[in-house]
């Protein structure tokens, strides 16, 4: 696989992969000097990385004690996805009307990748795959602010989807559930496919809330 275009693109997406595969886990303090040179980089591109993945709330700095991975919580899992919700069934439902058969080509590809990675026991790569699969359900729409807001928001949870996917039940329920969006998409039925996309977030928050220890309900 190619290297992203610059360092500090490569340094991100290798952090990213690391929290995602719990390399580095919830707590545990970020060695700055040690993944370095693991990466063969300087600390310069690392630095930049950590201020992105702080503002996404991957991490946390602590003065004198530096960079930290954040731990989970429900409430800012509930946060990102109602803000999803919102976000994405505008989306989806613009671009359920607007889908070729080019893209209708593209979901199919991505899904066939999330299955694929899910017969491989590959955490990394579904979780890579069901994101292409997503975002070719909402780039038809043609709205470039709304999804960099949804991007940053995706960004800030594939630790939470780490956690989903590791069990057996939720990778065949996702593979169910896309199986029906799908059917959605290729009947450019829009609001069949903003449905079923709701429901297959609250699946995975409902799941996520016997993990994540808070009382808040998913409203």
């Known amino acids: 696989m190619a290297r992203p275009p610059t360092t500090q693109e490569y340094v991100l997406d290798e952090l990213r992969k690391a929290i995602v595969s719990r390399q580095l886990s919830p707590r545990q303090p970020i060695r700055q000097d040690t993944i370095a040179h693991q990466l063969g980089v ?27 991975v954040a731990e989970l919580s429900l409430a800012d ?26 893209d209708l080509s593209r979901i199919t590809d991505a899904q066939r990748d999330v299955d694929n990675a899910a017969d491989d026991n590959d955490l990394v790569g579904m979780i890579a795959a069901n994101r292409r699969f997503h975002f070719a359900l909402l780039q038809p729409a043609e709205m470039p602010r709304l999804l960099r807001i949804v991007r940053t928001l995706w960004d800030a949870t594939d630790a939470y989807r780490a ?29 069949e496919l903003t449905a079923l996309l709701t429901a297959h977030r609250r699946h995975a928050v409902d799941t996520l809330r016997a993990t994540l220890d808070t009382d808040q309900p998913y409203s």
């Open 42 to 68: 300087s600390r310069v591109p690392l630095r930049e990385a950590l201020k992105t993945l702080e503002a996404e709330g991957q991490v946390v700095y602590e003065p004198h004690r530096g960079y930290s």
């Open 77 to 102: 899992l509930l946060e990102v996805y109602r803000l999803r919700e919102l976000l994405e069934s505008e989306a989806a439902a613009v671009a359920a009307r607007k889908f070729t058969d080019t």
């Open 163 to 191: 956690v989903y996917y590791n069990s057996d039940v939720n990778r065949a329920r996702v593979r169910r559930e896309h199986e029906e969006i799908v059917r959605a998409a290729e009947q450019r039925d829009a609001e």
